[in-house]
């Protein structure tokens, strides 16, 4: 899916026109700039999904929500300035992030920005089961935010009491069926440096272990 700018000549006499193709979609355009905006509402996605810029060399820059692109005129096509939405970067991202997390959860699975990593033991003493589903999720504007949370379903007990931190059931809905309650945790402790690749810096992996750290507090 992509979006691609098209300036037209100056023979009409209206003076420049654009044309923007959104998705296949070319959209007639009558100003000599968009924002990352317009071209989201122009694609029918939400501007937090992102929008991608894509030059004629297919190199890929993330528009700002605030950000101004100027469409220069040009004959014969020959300036191409082109869009995507932003989650598609994304998708590729947290594809590899499950790539590495599944070396140590293997029945991990994704659902748009949420991971599954499938049903684990229950590490620690005083819990109420021995095992049980995890999910984490990855934040609007991973990898550059700090995940954050750690959704397990409803009705987890340390000890016989309510563990520290944790509150069910959660407001926001989850693509899972059942109640899910949620502990307060920030991956590395709030120490997070993610690379250009997963491997290059903190990632998801780090994270999806780091639950069973708090789990093992058994408090």
Do not use: C
């Not at 070396?103 to 003493?125: D, M, N």
Request: proline share 6%; no cysteine.
């Amino acid at each position: 899916m992509s979006v691609t700018a098209l300036a037209e000549s100056q023979a009409e006499k209206s003076g420049k026109k654009y044309f923007v193709n959104i998705e296949g979609r070319e959209i007639a355009w009558d100003r000599p700039t968009i924002t990352a905006a317009e071209i989201a509402e122009l694609g029918g996605w939400v501007l937090s999904q992102g929008v991608i810029e894509v030059d004629k060399d297919n190199v890929e820059h993330q528009l700002r929500p605030d950000e101004t692109v100027e469409l220069q005129p040009g004959h014969g096509f020959s300036k191409k300035v082109k869009w995507q939405r932003g989650d598609s970067v994304l998708d590729v991202r947290l594809d590899e992030e499950l790539l590495l997390i599944r070396s140590r959860f293997p029945l991990a699975a994704r659902t748009g920005y949420w991971i599954h990593l499938g049903t684990v033991k229950v590490p620690g003493q005083g819990w109420n089961r021995s095992e049980t589903e995890i999910v984490i999720r990855a934040p609007s504007g991973f990898p550059g935010v700090t995940p954050y949370g750690i959704f397990v379903p409803a009705g987890i007990r340390v000890n016989g009491t309510t563990p520290d931190n944790y509150q069910e059931p959660v407001t926001e809905s989850l693509p899972f069926s059942g109640t899910w309650g949620q502990f307060s945790w920030q991956a590395d402790g709030g120490r997070w440096h993610a690379g250009a690749t997963p491997a290059a810096g903190s990632n998801l992996l780090n994270f999806a272990l780091s639950t069973l750290v708090r789990l093992q507090e058994g408090k």
